[in-house]
């Protein structure tokens, strides 16, 4: 019998691998292809240097008011002298540490919501994540814990975005769990409940549901109860986020195999047991790429409440534009840095969101 | 061994158990439970739509806010910035309900149009042969989905249409067309007395296509020749009005925008605030189209196009015969989703004085008679009614491209 | 239409000539060298990672190679799109997951290469449609879709799909290896019939009963090269090679 002698590998020919090769396919693989590839680049190395040279070389850094902007690049003293107000609107300085807190809290329970020890990581995350708003709206308002009062009137910027979005998806989460719940329901007027209920926070334009808030909302409490604007925002918001959620949870639902529910049904669990045992966590892990997505949208319309009058960023930044002592047209640089705040906070957590799904497609696959 | 009588016995036993069990936990029963739950509901919704409607008439009447239609009537007494019927500060509210609405549909239109064309270039651009053009749409798609549309609306009408030159200094194309900080201005083509004859020529030829797409399909399937469907189209639709038009001496005049002291008169006028609102609407829309284009696209499997390929077909035709109408079952919920959004979206005119219908009614008309319940409810039954128009046309068009399967 | 490979033998359909393939700096296939006659069945065994299927994959271009050369049915496999849609016409292919259309029938997916490559009248192509749903025995299933056969059903509406474009030479490509096992003979019984009617086969397969059945030579593959080649007969009883006798040992015991 022959002895198989395997022959030896080559390495492949030099036209086929490396940089000449990736360069060809990819960038020069026809004609119009290389015409485009040359286009772009020329328009590329046209535009770049002159954006540095707007942006970094010979931008102003340094300065406290319009007159420090000396050089003809960007104008970045605008957007220092303003950025007190971007981020916490016009409260007040001395008691901002209770803004700073909050932001600090919450970036715990998100850390330990994801790295406690698996055996109280639950339990203690839904209380944390439950009593955050709480604590916050104390700590910024301030009475109940016998601090300075602080009216809402002050609050405002970029940490108001946050603090509403993040305040809304705490009590949105369990609330629209249970219309999806409801619209899964066998009991029909139930069902009919939570689907009108689901359709019309959907349906709607987030703009109608503001004013609804701002000027309905106050009809139909008895004469002389003054709800604070913020907390009519905050209920609206929570209302419009459940809608969607819901259907975020509906899908979630029915990603989870109907194994489970029959298995939970076959050991004799009762219906809240199974939902709460079985199913709830299933369908949490399975929906968290869109509860994500879902709260980056929410999180976009924020801004909407620059509409109603609420001095969000946007707001600010308009105010901050149209300041008499900063008329240089610096829109450019406002608005960049805005850009660039939201762009971050949303493309980070689309990021998050996509590491998510990616490790929950490996779990699968075992 | 079971023998028979030992089953039966076994049965019967099983039988009165049951029974026994019905009649005594009426409680536990599922049905009489969930009519319990379902009573508690409608108790607790009676109960709270009752204290609100009266909380509500007794606020109103307090106030001295009038219920009813009948301010439909009323002069509304403000103008509006543009119109696409006649409109005078004197008609009524009914009126400018119906400008608003107007308004609302035109840049939805214009949104939807260019939304879905910017969403399916950078969408299949994402699959180019080109490493640029890949990187492009990634761009494209990251910066636009993660910037809040009302930012980028600001953007676009404070910064960028803002900083356009007055009307003295306009951009210009050629004579016709020009660009300033006050609109956009092209010429409008006015038909003389033998208009008709070419607009009814091109309704034929549009008309025709349909009719020859029908006639190249039958010949094809007869013949098995295939026959140039599209270059035929485009020469129908381009030269046979244009014929009409020679024939009939040219029946149209053009009416050019003309600068008169500091504005432009003429034409047709775009303004700003319409111009940033459909710019934004489609640039950020169609980031979400774009991807609703790649996951369609994405979604069919590699073995697809080389089964089509081993058959010896062309890349061209594998495209249209197996993975657009493959891609476009992911595709089409999709784009129903990004169409409804784009109308509610297309509100944020109140944020820069585009007259459409929210900020028209409920803005300025709710402000003037304090009516909100009124303004509102109908405003949001528009909104729902269009929304539920687009959802059935992408129904319609769904069900033609859906899959059967076992 | 370019020159025809000067060593060719007018009976041989497929010339491979010192055939190399790299994927990015991995040699995958190693100076391969087949002849197949007109007629032929082959069978190529081999361990997976051997790149048995990648070299069917080259003949139809689906797989493309740096070295060496292909000529199939005297049409030589170079950088043309017109030699490429030749060569494809000429050949037809079997997946191992089918990849039927599945937004189109059964009836449409068999009439889709007439109508579109060959530009055949619809009803000729229907015709001929039905002439081969008949002889992989479900004529029945021509209005259905494909989601709705089973998966022996669908591998016998692929193999039909490809005949009715009337190649020279049939490749498959592991076509029973996606199959529940009660529906592996169903699709091996429309192979051997083919076979017995003369049409060059390729075949990638585990299934050794086939081979011994049907196949003419019996090609074992590893490491990207030909490890050795006889009659099945010889193939099965006489290896010659040491790496083929333990490759053998392997899947006839199970």
């Known amino acids: 019998m022959k002895e198989f002698q395997p022959s030896s590998p080559r390495s492949a020919p030099v036209k086929s691998v490396g940089l000449i090769a990736w360069l060809r396919d990819n960038l020069f693989s026809s004609i119009p292809n290389a015409v485009v590839t040359i286009a772009f680049i020329s328009f590329l190395a046209h535009y770049i240097p002159l954006l540095i040279d707007w942006a ?162 106050p009809l139909f409490f008895a004469e002389g109860t003054n709800v ?92 901050a534009l149209s300041n008499s002592y900063w008329l240089g047209g610096h829109a450019l640089e406002g608005y960049l840095f805005v850009f660039l705040v939201f762009w971050g906070s949303c493309f980070g957590m689309s990021l998050l969101a996509s590491r998510i799904e990616r490790t929950m497609n490996t779990d699968k696959r075992d | 061994m079971f023998n028979e009588k030992t089953i039966e016995e076994v049965k019967s036993a099983n039988r009165k158990a049951s029974s026994d069990a019905t009649s005594t936990a009426f409680y536990n029963n599922p049905r009489i439970r969930g009519l319990f739950y379902q009573v508690a509901l409608v108790a607790g919704l009676l109960y709270f739509f009752v204290t609100v409607i009266g909380n509500t008439l007794d606020n109103m009447e307090a106030t001295g806010i009038k219920t009813g239609f009948a301010f439909l009537d009323a002069a509304a007494g403000y103008d509006v910035l543009m119109s696409l019927i006649s409109f005078e500060s004197t008609d009524t509210y009914a009126r400018i309900f119906v400008v608003g609405f107007l308004n609302t549909i035109l840049v939805s239109v214009i949104g939807i149009f260019f939304a879905t064309l910017f969403g399916f270039i950078f969408g299949v651009a994402y699959f180019s042969h080109n490493w640029l053009i890949r990187k492009l749409a990634v761009v494209y798609v990251e910066i636009f989905r993660n910037i809040p549309l009302l930012l980028q609306v600001f953007f676009w009408y404070f910064a960028v249409l803002s900083s356009l030159p007055s009307a003295r200094q306009s951009l210009s194309l050629g004579e016709a067309v020009f660009l300033n900080v006050r609109g956009l201005y092209f010429p409008k083509l006015v038909g003389g007395d033998l208009a008709w004859v070419v607009w009814t020529v091109l309704a034929l030829a549009i008309g025709g296509v349909f009719y020859l797409r029908r006639w190249a399909k039958k010949r094809q399937e007869i013949t098995g ?182 | 239409m370019t020159a025809i490979s000067s060593n060719s033998n007018t009976e041989d359909v497929i010339v491979i000539e010192n055939l190399n ?71 037809g292919m079997v997946f191992q997951h089918f990849n039927l259309f599945p937004h189109l029938t059964i009836l449409e997916n068999l009439t889709l290469g007439p109508i579109w490559v060959q530009k055949k009248p619809k009803a000729e192509a229907e015709e001929i449609a039905m002439k081969y749903l008949e002889r992989v025995k479900i004529p029945d299933q021509a209005n259905k879709y494909p989601g709705q056969l089973s998966g022996g059903q669908q591998q016998r509406v692929a193999i039909a799909r490809s005949l009715c474009m009337n190649p020279n030479i049939m490749l498959f490509d592991e076509p029973t290896s996606a199959l529940d096992p009660e529906m592996i003979k169903e699709v091996l019984d429309v192979m051997i019939e083919l076979a017995q009617e003369g049409m060059t086969m390729l075949c990638v397969t585990h299934e050794m009963g086939f081979a011994k059945k049907v196949a003419d030579r019996v090609i074992f593959m590893d490491g990207g090269e030909i490890v050795e080649e006889n009659e099945p007969e010889a193939f099965f009883s006489n290896p010659q090679v040491d790496r083929t006798q333990q490759f053998l040992e392997q899947i006839l015991n199970h």
């Open chain 1, 56 to 217: 970094f070389l010979s931008a102003n850094f340094k300065g406290e008011t319009e007159a420090a902007c000396v050089n003809d690049g960007a104008c970045w003293v605008f957007v220092n002298a303003w950025s007190y107000q971007f981020f916490y609107g016009t409260y007040p300085p001395e008691e901002v540490w209770r803004i700073n807190l909050t932001i600090v809290l919450l970036i715990l329970v998100i850390i330990g919501s994801f790295t406690l020890p698996k055996s109280i990581r639950l339990k203690t995350s839904i209380a944390a994540w439950l009593l955050l708003p709480v604590v916050g709206i104390a700590l910024l308002d301030g009475r109940l814990l016998g601090l300075e009062m602080v009216s809402t009137d002050l609050w405002g910027g970029f940490s108001l975005n946050v603090f509403m979005a993040t305040a809304s998806i705490v009590v949105a989460f369990p609330f629209s769990f249970l219309w999806a719940l409801g619209r899964r329901s066998d009991m029909p007027f139930i069902r009919s409940v939570s689907v009108t209920f689901i359709e019309f926070f959907r349906g709607v334009p987030v703009l109608s549901l503001f004013f609804m808030g701002s000027v309905m909302l």
């Open chain 2, 225 to 406: 020749e295939q026959f140039p469907v599209l270059k035929a189209s485009l020469a129908l639709i381009i030269f046979a009005p244009l014929m009409a038009a020679a024939l009939t001496g040219f029946p149209f005049t053009v009416d050019y925008p003309a600068l008169k002291g500091f504005n432009y008169f003429g034409g047709v006028t775009v303004i700003p605030e319409l111009m940033a609102l459909s710019i934004a609407l489609s640039v950020y829309t169609g980031a979400f189209i774009a991807e609703a284009v790649r996951a369609g696209i994405q979604s069919i499997p590699r073995g697809q196009t080389e089964a089509a390929r081993s058959l010896g077909l062309r890349e061209n035709k594998i495209m249209s015969l197996i993975i657009v109408p493959q891609a476009m079952r992911v595709i089409v919920p999709l784009l129903n989703s990004e169409y409804q959004s784009l109308v509610k979206n297309s509100t944020l005119a109140a944020a820069i004085g585009y007259p459409d219908l929210f900020n028209v009614f409920v803005g300025t008309a709710l402000n003037q008679t304090g009516q909100a319940i009124e303004t509102i409810f109908m405003t949001i039954i528009v909104y729902f009614i269009v929304n539920m128009v687009i959802s059935f046309l992408m129904n319609r068009f769904n069900s033609a491209v859906s899959l059967v399967s076992r």
């Open chain 1, 228 to 319: 604070d604007k913020l907390i009519r925002v905050w209920l609206v918001l929570i209302f419009f986020m459940s809608g969607y959620m819901a259907e975020v949870f509906r899908g979630g639902f029915q990603a989870v195999p109907k194994g489970q529910y029959e298995a939970a049904d076959s050991i004799g669990l009762g219906y809240w047991q199974k939902i709460m045992l079985i199913i709830l966590p299933q369908v949490i892990k399975i929906s968290m790429p869109n509860i994500l997505a879902t709260f980056v949208m929410l999180f976009k319309n924020t801004t909407f409440l620059l509409i109603i009058g609420i001095p969000e960023v946007v707001q600010t930044l308009q105010t």
């Open chain 3, 21 to 91: 393939k790299w994927y990015g700096n991995f040699h995958v296939l190693r100076d391969i060298n087949l002849r197949v006659k007109k007629g032929e069945r082959i069978v190529i065994c081999g361990p997976s990672g051997s790149g048995k299927s990648t070299m069917i994959r080259c003949i139809n271009r689906l797989e493309e190679f740096q070295e060496g050369s292909l000529v199939v049915d005297g049409v030589e496999m170079i950088e043309d799109v017109k030699n490429i849609e030749t060569i494809r016409k000429d050949v």
